[in-house]
């Protein structure tokens, strides 16, 4: 069966510190993967979502940035974390040809102090 | 940018009454899905409908899909204490043929069931 991992569930980081998310998949190959960040209160904004490995679009301008190293693994990072960095941050996929809807992982809620 | 937006923000009803949920979009879509949010936790597909069918239904689910107007309604029967989380809609303009999936969502509705 297919299942998502995201970790970890919480984060709490000082301003100017990196950051690394990570997400991955398992019994399904070539997903689509997406990155979306939820402000308190807010509905969810795409950030970066990615067709293939080394696939990355980029939905906003933003202090982040993604990659994915392999088929299924999905990485959220940036070099310097800023105050508005601060989110619950969600990681999903779906097959190439959308059958249903996206699986969503647990999440990471990240504080920037 | 925010696709969908939903009424109402907020709906508290007593268990057993039926919750509404209306959610309206702007652009053409492939389809739109409906997802469940418990306080603090990731999103949990609840339905999709494309955008050629009207309505669809999944146990207490019932949705509706209105292109002419680009609404849609959820509606939830007999509700329980269980059903109390956030409703979000969301648009995907996926097509075979050029676009990626890519779902919109709206702000989503906090619905509260009083047992």
């Known amino acids: 069966s297919q299942t998502i991992h995201q970790w970890p569930a919480t984060l709490v980081q000082p301003v100017g510190s990196p950051l690394s998310l990570e997400c991955t998949v398992e019994?399904?190959?070539?997903?689509?993967l997406y990155w979306y960040r939820q402000a308190a209160g807010r509905g969810l904004q795409l950030l970066f979502y990615?067709?293939?490995?080394?696939?990355i679009s980029s939905e906003v301008p933003q202090n982040l940035s993604a990659s994915r190293p392999q088929d299924r693994q999905f990485i959220l990072s940036s070099k310097k974390l800023l105050l508005s960095d601060s989110g619950f941050y969600l990681c999903?996929?779906?097959?190439?040809?959308?059958?249903?809807?996206?699986?969503f992982g647990s999440g990471t809620r990240l504080t920037v102090v | 940018s925010q696709q969908g937006e939903e009424d109402p923000q907020a709906l508290s009803i007593q268990e057993g009454e039926n919750a509404t949920m209306n959610c309206s979009y702007k652009?053409?879509?492939?389809?739109l899905q409906w997802y469940r949010q418990n306080s603090g936790r990731g999103l949990v597909h609840l339905i999709l409908?494309?955008?050629?069918?009207r309505e669809k239904h999944s146990g207490r689910l019932r949705v509706t899909l209105d292109t002419s107007k680009k609404s849609s309604s959820l509606l939830i029967t007999a509700s329980r204490a269980a059903d109390t989380a956030s409703y979000f809609c969301?648009?995907?303009?996926?097509?075979?043929?050029?676009?990626?999936?890519?779902?919109?969502f709206g702000k989503g509705i906090t619905l509260s069931v009083r047992p």
């Open positions: 652009t053409s879509i492939n389809n």
């Open positions: 969301a648009t995907d303009r996926w097509t075979y043929t050029g676009a990626n999936s890519k779902l919109t």
């Open positions: 990615s067709v293939g490995i080394g696939q």
């Open positions: 019994g399904t190959s070539n997903p689509n």
């Open positions: 999903a996929w779906i097959p190439p040809v959308p059958a249903s809807g996206y699986t």
């Open positions: 409908i494309r955008s050629n069918e």
